[in-house]
C-alpha cells in the first residue's frame, strides 16, 4: 500500500498571501495524484488531478506541481473561500487508493 | 446533471446490521465505479472499497476487507454499503463518489452519509 504523508499538518497563511502544501508518496506514483478541498459539513471537491491539471470550474490561483513522490499544491493569493482542509489521493497503483492525512489551511 | 445521492443520517446500537445507499443519476451508472470513503469525527478521508456496477467488480481496501459489504443494483442505478454487526468505532460519515474515465480520481461525490452507533 502506498502511504501519503502531508505537510504540514496545520498552516496559518493571511488572506492574500501565498501557500504552498505538500505532499510525498512511500514510493512512486508518477503524475497519478489529485488534490481535494474540504470545507466543514462538506463532501471533498477536486480541485487538480494527473498532478498539475485543474478540473472543471476551479480558479487558476489554485496549481498544482510535482511527479514521482514529491508533490506540491499552490494557493497563489489565498481569498476567504479558501480556508479548509486539502488531501493528496494517489491513484497509481490501487486497490488500495489512497489520501493523505490532510493539511488544515487556517486564517492566520 | 450527474448526481449522487445518498441515504439519510442513521442512529444504530451495536451489533445491529445496517446498509446505506447511493442513487447515481444523469449519466450511464453502469459505466463508472463508484466508492466509499470513509470520514471519522475530525479526522481524515479514508478509501474503503470500489466497485463497477456493469459486472459487480468489486475490490476492498486491506482495512476494510472483511469488515464491510459493497454491492449495487444496476436496475435502479444504486450502490450500498453494508455492515452486518455494527460497533461504535464505524461511527462516521460516509460518502460515496463517481471514478473519472477509470483513472482513480473522483470529481461526483454524494452528499454523506452519517451513521453513528451507540448503545
Known amino acids: 500500500e502506498i502511504v501519503m504523508t502531508q505537510s504540514p499538518a496545520t498552516l496559518s497563511v493571511s488572506p492574500g498571501e501565498r501557500a504552498t502544501l505538500s505532499c510525498r508518496a512511500s514510493?512512486?506514483?508518477?503524475?497519478?495524484l489529485a488534490w481535494y478541498q474540504q470545507k466543514p459539513g462538506q463532501a471533498p471537491r477536486v480541485l487538480i488531478y494527473?498532478?498539475?491539471t485543474r478540473a472543471t470550474g476551479i480558479p487558476a490561483r489554485f496549481s498544482g506541481s510535482g511527479s514521482g513522490t514529491e508533490f506540491t499544491l499552490t494557493i497563489s493569493s489565498l481569498q476567504s473561500e479558501d480556508f479548509a482542509v486539502y488531501y493528496c489521493?494517489?491513484?497509481?497503483?490501487?486497490?488500495?487508493?489512497?489520501f493523505g492525512g490532510g493539511t488544515k489551511v487556517e486564517i492566520k | 446533471e450527474v448526481q449522487l445521492v445518498q441515504s439519510g443520517s442513521e442512529v444504530k446500537k451495536p451489533g445491529e446490521s445496517l446498509q446505506i445507499s447511493c442513487k447515481g443519476s444523469g449519466y450511464s451508472f453502469t459505466t463508472y465505479w463508484i466508492g466509499w470513503v470513509r470520514q471519522m469525527p475530525g479526522k481524515g478521508l479514508e478509501w474503503m472499497g470500489i466497485?463497477?456496477?456493469?459486472?459487480?467488480?468489486?475490490r476492498y481496501s486491506p482495512s476494510f476487507q472483511g469488515q464491510v459489504t459493497i454491492s449495487a443494483d444496476k436496475s435502479i442505478s444504486t450502490a450500498y454499503l453494508q455492515w452486518s454487526s455494527l460497533e461504535a468505532s464505524d461511527t462516521a460519515m460516509y460518502y460515496c463518489a463517481r471514478l473519472e474515465g477509470g483513472s482513480g480520481w473522483y470529481y461526483y461525490w454524494g452528499q454523506g452519509t452519517l451513521v453513528t452507533v451507540s448503545s
Open positions: 466497485i463497477y456496477p456493469g459486472d459487480s467488480d468489486t
Open positions: 514510493q512512486s506514483v508518477s503524475s497519478n
Open positions: 489521493q494517489q491513484y497509481n497503483n490501487w486497490p488500495p487508493l489512497t
Open positions: 494527473g498532478a498539475s
